[in-house]
C-alpha cells in the first residue's frame, strides 16, 4: 500500500465542496493516489456534482470500522451523519430503528438507505443491513442534500441514499485475504478469489466468516457471508454485470436503558438483559435477538450504440427470511416477529448527448415489496412459573398485499463555459398494498402456523384495508458557477417523499379504543406521503493549500407523521398531517501543515423542529413547537491529525457530539460526549511472496469515555406516552488488529 496513504480519510468531511474544477455536473469523489502523484496521498476529483460525497477504495479501506460490514461506517465521518451502533458490527439495531441520522432526519417506514449500483434492493424491518461485504465494494456515494431523479428509488429517500459500487472482477488472477481479531473475542476471515480476464468473461468469489461476543452482558454474533460477481464483455458494444450475494446474520441485541438509568451512566453502562430465564420477567438475553438469512441478486446490462448513447437494464431481487425476538417487559410478554417476503425490479435508462452543452437521461423504475413494513405476523408469549415461554396468541396476524412502484424519470444536464447544471424530475405512482387483519380474537388455542391461522381464522373488518395510491411529481435542480481556478458555488433542490406505516400496528394494538365508532380504513384514507423540499447552497474555496468548505441547507418537511387527537372522529392515532423544518450550516477545512503532518476539522449546526403543536387529547395539547426534535445534536465537530513517521502513518480522531433528547418535549436531555479513536497502518514485508501485505491497528474509545450512543425513540415521542424512549450505551473501549495479504 501507498506510504503516502493518509488515515485522515477517516475524517473525511465536507468533501462535496472540495472536488476540483474539471468537469461539469459532477459528483465529488475522493481518490487516494496509487503514485507519489500528490504530497498529502489524495487527489481530489469530480465525478458528477459537487453536492455528492464519494468514497474510493482506499478510502472505504481506512474508514469501514473493524468488521467491514457496513457502509454506514464509512460514511459517518460526513458532516451531520450520525450513526451510532450498539458494537463494532454495525448491525445491534433493534427491529424499529436504524442507529443512522442524516441532517437529522432518519428513515420512515419499510424503505433502505443502501442501493447496490443504483438498484434499491434494501429494506427495513428485517435482514440485509449487513448483507455486503466492504472488502468487495469500490467506491461509496453519498446523497444527503441534491439526490440526482435515478439514486433516490425505493420505498423512501427523505434522509437521501448511499449507493455502493461493486469491485468488479479483476484483470489480472488474484487472491485477497484478512484476518481481523480483537476486543470481546472478534474475529473476521476473508478470502475473494479474482479469476483474471478468461476471454470475454472475468469472475471473483468471496467468502467470509465474522463472530464475536457482545461487549456487556450474555450473547454473541455469527455472521456468514458469499458473493459471486461475473462480468461479460463479448464487444465493443455490450457488458453485463452479474452480482449473487448470500448473507446469514444471527446475533443477540443490547439492552436499551431507561432515561432514568441513561442519567445515570456511570453504573448502569454495563447493564443488559438477564443471563437466565426468570418467572415473571421478559428479559431473557434469549428472547432478545435476531436472525435473518438474506438472498440478493442483481445485474447491469449495457449496450453502447454507435453514436456513444447508452442503454442499461438493471433487474434485482432480494429473499429476506427470518425472525426477530424482543421484550415486551411491560405487559410481561415476549413477541417473536416473522418475516418471509421479497423485493424485487428493475430499472432502465437511456442516455444519450443531444448537444455540445445537453446530455439527457430517460429512465422507469418498477418495484414491488412485501410487508413487513407493517408488521403482519408476530407471535406473542407469556412467562409460566418456570421461567418458559407459553403460546398466548398472534400479537398481529395479517395477509397483505405487494407495495407497487411505477417512477419514469428524466433530466437534462451539461456545461456552458464555466456554468454547470442538472434538471430533472421523477413522477411517483406508489401504490400502498391492502392489508387484512385476522389478529382479533387469537389466543393460545390457536395454530402457531401462519398459514393455518389465516385459514382458520376470522376476516377483522374493522382493521382491514384496500390499497391506497399516492402520485407526485418529485423535481431535482443544480446549478453550479467556477468563478476562478480556486473558488467554486453552487446551489440545488431536491423534493424527496416517505412513508411510516405504524397506523395499522397501532390500530390493531389498540382496536377497544376505536371499534365500534371508528374503522382502520377511516384512517387510512386521511394518510399522507411525507414531502421535504431541500435546499442547499455552498463554496469551496481553496487557498495555500488549505481548502475552505463553507455550506447552508434549509428543508421544508410536511405531513410528517406524529401522533395526534382528532377532534372530529374523537380518537388518537398516528397520522402524516404535521409539518417540521430544518436548516442548518456545515462547514470543514482540511490541508497539511507540514509534509508529515496534516489534518481535516468540521463543524455542524443543525435545528430541526416541529412547527406546531400536537393536539394529544380532547383538552390538552402538546407544546412542542420550535423544540428539537430526539436524537439531533444541534453541534456536531470532528477533527483529525495525521502523522507521518517513516513507514507509519498514526492519526488520532475526535468527535464531539453535543446534547440530545430522548423525546420532543425536550425534557428528557441527554449530555454530548467526546470520543477518541486512534488509527495506525503499517506496510509489512511482502509475506509468502505477497504482491501486498499490511498491518492495521485499530482502537476504538480511547479514554473509555461511558455514554449513550444512539436513542431509540420516534420523531413525536412525548413524555406522556405509554412507550418510552431507549437508550443504547456507545462501544467502549476495544483495540483490534487486522493483516491484509494480496497475492
Same mark, same amino acid.
Not at 446530455?359 to 408476530?378: A, D, F, I, N
Given at each position: 500500500?501507498?506510504?503516502? &496513504? !493518509?488515515?485522515?480519510?477517516?475524517?473525511?468531511?465536507?468533501?462535496?465542496?472540495?472536488?476540483?474544477? @474539471?468537469?461539469?455536473?459532477? &459528483?465529488?469523489?475522493?481518490?487516494? %493516489?496509487?503514485?507519489?502523484?500528490?504530497?498529502?496521498? +489524495?487527489?481530489?476529483?469530480?465525478?458528477?456534482? &459537487?453536492?455528492?460525497? %464519494?468514497?474510493?477504495?482506499? !478510502?472505504?479501506?481506512? $474508514?469501514?470500522?473493524?468488521?467491514?460490514? #457496513?457502509? $454506514?461506517?464509512?460514511?459517518? /465521518?460526513?458532516?451531520?451523519?450520525?450513526?451510532?451502533?450498539?458494537?463494532?458490527?454495525?448491525?445491534?439495531?433493534?427491529? +424499529? *430503528?436504524?442507529?443512522?441520522?442524516?441532517?437529522?432526519?432518519?428513515?420512515?417506514?419499510?424503505?433502505?438507505?443502501?442501493? $447496490?449500483?443504483?438498484?434499491?434492493?434494501?429494506?427495513?424491518?428485517?435482514?440485509?443491513?449487513? !448483507?455486503?461485504? /466492504?472488502?468487495?465494494?469500490?467506491?461509496?456515494?453519498?446523497?444527503?442534500?441534491?439526490?440526482?431523479?435515478? =439514486?433516490?428509488?425505493?420505498?423512501?429517500?427523505? &434522509?437521501? =441514499?448511499?449507493?455502493?459500487?461493486?469491485? =468488479?472482477?479483476?484483470?489480472?488472477? @488474484? @487472491? #485477497?485475504?484478512?484476518?481481523?481479531?480483537?476486543?470481546?473475542? !472478534?474475529? =473476521?476471515?476473508?478470502?475473494? +478469489?479474482?479469476?483474471?480476464?478468461?476471454?470475454?468473461?472475468?469472475?471473483?468469489?468471496?467468502?467470509?466468516?465474522?463472530?464475536?461476543?457482545?461487549?456487556?452482558?450474555?450473547?454473541?454474533?455469527?455472521?456468514?457471508?458469499? /458473493?459471486?460477481?461475473?462480468?461479460? @464483455?463479448?464487444?465493443? *458494444?455490450?457488458?453485463?454485470?452479474?452480482?449473487?450475494?448470500?448473507?446469514s446474520d444471527d446475533h443477540h441485541s443490547y439492552y436499551g436503558l431507561t432515561y432514568d438509568e441513561a442519567k445515570d451512566i456511570e453504573h448502569h453502562y454495563n447493564k443488559d438483559w438477564n443471563s437466565y430465564p426468570t418467572k415473571g420477567s421478559a428479559n431473557y438475553y434469549d428472547w432478545n435477538k435476531q436472525k435473518f438469512d438474506d438472498t440478493i441478486l442483481a445485474g447491469n446490462l449495457i449496450y453502447t450504440f454507435n453514436d456513444d448513447s447508452l442503454l442499461s437494464f438493471k433487474p434485482y431481487y432480494l429473499k429476506d427470511k427470518g425472525e426477530y425476538w424482543f421484550a415486551n417487559a411491560k405487559q410481561n410478554r415476549v413477541i417473536q416477529w416473522l418475516i418471509d417476503h421479497d423485493l424485487y425490479g428493475a430499472v432502465t435508462e437511456y442516455e444519450r448527448t443531444i448537444f455540445d452543452t445537453v446530455e439527457m437521461k430517460l429512465g422507469y423504475w418498477y418495484g414491488r415489496q412485501q410487508p413487513p413494513g407493517p408488521p403482519v405476523s408476530q407471535r406473542r408469549y407469556t412467562i409460566d412459573a418456570s421461567g418458559s415461554l407459553v403460546f398466548n396468541g398472534w400479537n398481529m396476524l395479517a395477509k397483505n398485499g405487494y407495495h407497487e412502484f411505477n417512477s419514469p424519470f428524466i433530466e437534462f444536464s451539461g456545461e456552458i463555459n464555466r456554468f454547470s447544471y442538472a434538471i430533472g424530475a421523477r413522477y411517483l405512482d406508489f401504490r400502498l398494498g391492502s392489508l387484512h387483519s385476522y389478529t382479533n380474537g387469537t389466543n393460545g388455542s390457536t395454530s402457531t402456523d401462519y398459514g393455518t391461522a389465516i385459514e382458520d381464522g376470522t376476516l377483522d373488518s374493522w382493521a382491514s384495508v384496500n390499497a391506497k395510491k399516492f402520485n407526485k411529481i418529485l423535481p431535482s435542480m443544480y446549478f453550479a458557477y467556477q468563478i476562478d481556478d480556486s473558488t467554486e458555488i453552487y446551489a440545488d433542490y431536491t423534493k424527496s417523499y416517505g412513508m411510516d406505516v405504524n397506523l395499522f400496528p397501532s390500530y390493531v394494538s389498540n382496536r377497544a379504543n376505536y371499534v365500534p365508532n371508528v374503522t382502520l380504513q377511516q384512517l387510512w384514507d386521511k394518510q399522507e406521503l411525507e414531502l421535504s423540499d431541500n435546499f442547499d447552497i455552498g463554496i469551496k474555496y481553496t487557498h495555500n493549500g488549505i481548502t475552505y468548505a463553507p455550506n447552508l441547507f434549509f428543508t421544508n418537511v410536511t405531513d410528517k407523521q406524529a401522533t395526534i387527537f382528532d377532534p372530529l372522529l374523537n380518537v388518537k392515532y398516528p397520522s402524516n398531517c404535521v409539518d417540521a423544518k430544518s436548516y442548518g450550516a456545515e462547514f470543514a477545512l482540511s490541508g497539511n501543515l507540514s509534509d508529515q503532518l496534516e489534518f481535516m476539522a468540521s463543524a455542524a449546526y443543525n435545528k430541526y423542529y416541529y412547527t406546531q403543536n400536537l393536539k394529544t387529547s380532547p383538552t390538552e395539547t402538546s407544546t412542542i413547537k420550535g423544540n428539537q426534535i430526539p436524537d439531533t445534536p444541534l453541534y456536531t465537530f470532528k477533527g483529525s491529525l495525521t502523522y507521518s513517521l517513516e513507514e507509519w502513518k498514526i492519526s488520532p480522531i475526535i468527535k464531539y457530539t453535543a446534547s440530545r433528547y430522548g423525546n420532543v418535549d425536550n425534557t428528557q436531555k441527554i449530555p454530548g460526549y467526546t470520543v477518541v479513536d486512534l488509527n495506525a497502518q503499517y506496510p509489512l514485508p511482502k509475506i509468502m511472496g505477497s504482491k501486498e501485505s499490511t498491518l492495521d491497528l485499530q482502537v476504538t474509545n480511547l479514554f473509555d469515555k461511558k455514554y449513550i450512543g444512539s436513542i431509540i425513540t420516534p420523531d413525536n415521542a412525548l413524555s406522556v406516552d405509554t412507550t418510552q424512549p431507549s437508550y443504547l450505551a456507545g462501544m467502549p473501549f476495544g483495540i483490534y488488529a487486522t493483516i491484509n495479504i494480496k497475492f
Amino acid at each position: 500500500m501507498n506510504k503516502n &496513504i !493518509a488515515i485522515t480519510l477517516s475524517m473525511i468531511v465536507a468533501s462535496n465542496l472540495f472536488a476540483e474544477s @474539471t468537469a461539469a455536473y459532477q &459528483i465529488e469523489t475522493i481518490r487516494v %493516489s496509487d503514485s507519489n502523484a500528490t504530497q498529502n496521498g +489524495f487527489e481530489l476529483q469530480n465525478n458528477q456534482n &459537487i453536492n455528492s460525497q %464519494s468514497y474510493n477504495q482506499k !478510502a472505504i479501506e481506512l $474508514l469501514a470500522g473493524q468488521s467491514y460490514t #457496513t457502509p $454506514l461506517q464509512v460514511i459517518d /465521518m460526513s458532516p451531520s451523519v450520525n450513526f451510532q451502533p450498539a458494537d463494532i458490527f454495525g448491525s445491534n439495531e433493534s427491529s +424499529f *430503528h436504524d442507529p443512522l441520522r442524516i441532517r437529522g432526519k432518519n428513515q420512515s417506514g419499510p424503505g433502505g438507505v443502501i442501493l $447496490l449500483e443504483g438498484i434499491p434492493i434494501s429494506g427495513n424491518p428485517g435482514g440485509g443491513k449487513t !448483507a455486503i461485504d /466492504m472488502e468487495n465494494i469500490a467506491a461509496i456515494d453519498l446523497y444527503k442534500g441534491f439526490v440526482p431523479v435515478d =439514486k433516490g428509488l425505493g420505498f423512501s429517500n427523505l &434522509i437521501g =441514499k448511499v449507493d455502493l459500487s461493486v469491485e =468488479k472482477p479483476r484483470k489480472e488472477q @488474484t @487472491t #485477497t485475504f484478512s484476518q481481523m481479531l480483537g476486543s470481546n473475542d !472478534a474475529k =473476521k476471515s476473508f478470502i475473494r +478469489f479474482d479469476t483474471g480476464q478468461k476471454g470475454d468473461w472475468a469472475a471473483f468469489g468471496s467468502l467470509s466468516y465474522t463472530e464475536g461476543d457482545k461487549w456487556k452482558g450474555k450473547g454473541d454474533l455469527e455472521r456468514k457471508n458469499g /458473493m459471486l460477481g461475473i462480468t461479460y @464483455t463479448p464487444n465493443d *458494444h455490450f457488458k453485463a454485470d452479474i452480482f449473487a450475494i448470500r448473507n446469514s446474520d444471527d446475533h443477540h441485541s443490547y439492552y436499551g436503558l431507561t432515561y432514568d438509568e441513561a442519567k445515570d451512566i456511570e453504573h448502569h453502562y454495563n447493564k443488559d438483559w438477564n443471563s437466565y430465564p426468570t418467572k415473571g420477567s421478559a428479559n431473557y438475553y434469549d428472547w432478545n435477538k435476531q436472525k435473518f438469512d438474506d438472498t440478493i441478486l442483481a445485474g447491469n446490462l449495457i449496450y453502447t450504440f454507435n453514436d456513444d448513447s447508452l442503454l442499461s437494464f438493471k433487474p434485482y431481487y432480494l429473499k429476506d427470511k427470518g425472525e426477530y425476538w424482543f421484550a415486551n417487559a411491560k405487559q410481561n410478554r415476549v413477541i417473536q416477529w416473522l418475516i418471509d417476503h421479497d423485493l424485487y425490479g428493475a430499472v432502465t435508462e437511456y442516455e444519450r448527448t443531444i448537444f455540445d452543452t445537453v446530455e439527457m437521461k430517460l429512465g422507469y423504475w418498477y418495484g414491488r415489496q412485501q410487508p413487513p413494513g407493517p408488521p403482519v405476523s408476530q407471535r406473542r408469549y407469556t412467562i409460566d412459573a418456570s421461567g418458559s415461554l407459553v403460546f398466548n396468541g398472534w400479537n398481529m396476524l395479517a395477509k397483505n398485499g405487494y407495495h407497487e412502484f411505477n417512477s419514469p424519470f428524466i433530466e437534462f444536464s451539461g456545461e456552458i463555459n464555466r456554468f454547470s447544471y442538472a434538471i430533472g424530475a421523477r413522477y411517483l405512482d406508489f401504490r400502498l398494498g391492502s392489508l387484512h387483519s385476522y389478529t382479533n380474537g387469537t389466543n393460545g388455542s390457536t395454530s402457531t402456523d401462519y398459514g393455518t391461522a389465516i385459514e382458520d381464522g376470522t376476516l377483522d373488518s374493522w382493521a382491514s384495508v384496500n390499497a391506497k395510491k399516492f402520485n407526485k411529481i418529485l423535481p431535482s435542480m443544480y446549478f453550479a458557477y467556477q468563478i476562478d481556478d480556486s473558488t467554486e458555488i453552487y446551489a440545488d433542490y431536491t423534493k424527496s417523499y416517505g412513508m411510516d406505516v405504524n397506523l395499522f400496528p397501532s390500530y390493531v394494538s389498540n382496536r377497544a379504543n376505536y371499534v365500534p365508532n371508528v374503522t382502520l380504513q377511516q384512517l387510512w384514507d386521511k394518510q399522507e406521503l411525507e414531502l421535504s423540499d431541500n435546499f442547499d447552497i455552498g463554496i469551496k474555496y481553496t487557498h495555500n493549500g488549505i481548502t475552505y468548505a463553507p455550506n447552508l441547507f434549509f428543508t421544508n418537511v410536511t405531513d410528517k407523521q406524529a401522533t395526534i387527537f382528532d377532534p372530529l372522529l374523537n380518537v388518537k392515532y398516528p397520522s402524516n398531517c404535521v409539518d417540521a423544518k430544518s436548516y442548518g450550516a456545515e462547514f470543514a477545512l482540511s490541508g497539511n501543515l507540514s509534509d508529515q503532518l496534516e489534518f481535516m476539522a468540521s463543524a455542524a449546526y443543525n435545528k430541526y423542529y416541529y412547527t406546531q403543536n400536537l393536539k394529544t387529547s380532547p383538552t390538552e395539547t402538546s407544546t412542542i413547537k420550535g423544540n428539537q426534535i430526539p436524537d439531533t445534536p444541534l453541534y456536531t465537530f470532528k477533527g483529525s491529525l495525521t502523522y507521518s513517521l517513516e513507514e507509519w502513518k498514526i492519526s488520532p480522531i475526535i468527535k464531539y457530539t453535543a446534547s440530545r433528547y430522548g423525546n420532543v418535549d425536550n425534557t428528557q436531555k441527554i449530555p454530548g460526549y467526546t470520543v477518541v479513536d486512534l488509527n495506525a497502518q503499517y506496510p509489512l514485508p511482502k509475506i509468502m511472496g505477497s504482491k501486498e501485505s499490511t498491518l492495521d491497528l485499530q482502537v476504538t474509545n480511547l479514554f473509555d469515555k461511558k455514554y449513550i450512543g444512539s436513542i431509540i425513540t420516534p420523531d413525536n415521542a412525548l413524555s406522556v406516552d405509554t412507550t418510552q424512549p431507549s437508550y443504547l450505551a456507545g462501544m467502549p473501549f476495544g483495540i483490534y488488529a487486522t493483516i491484509n495479504i494480496k497475492f
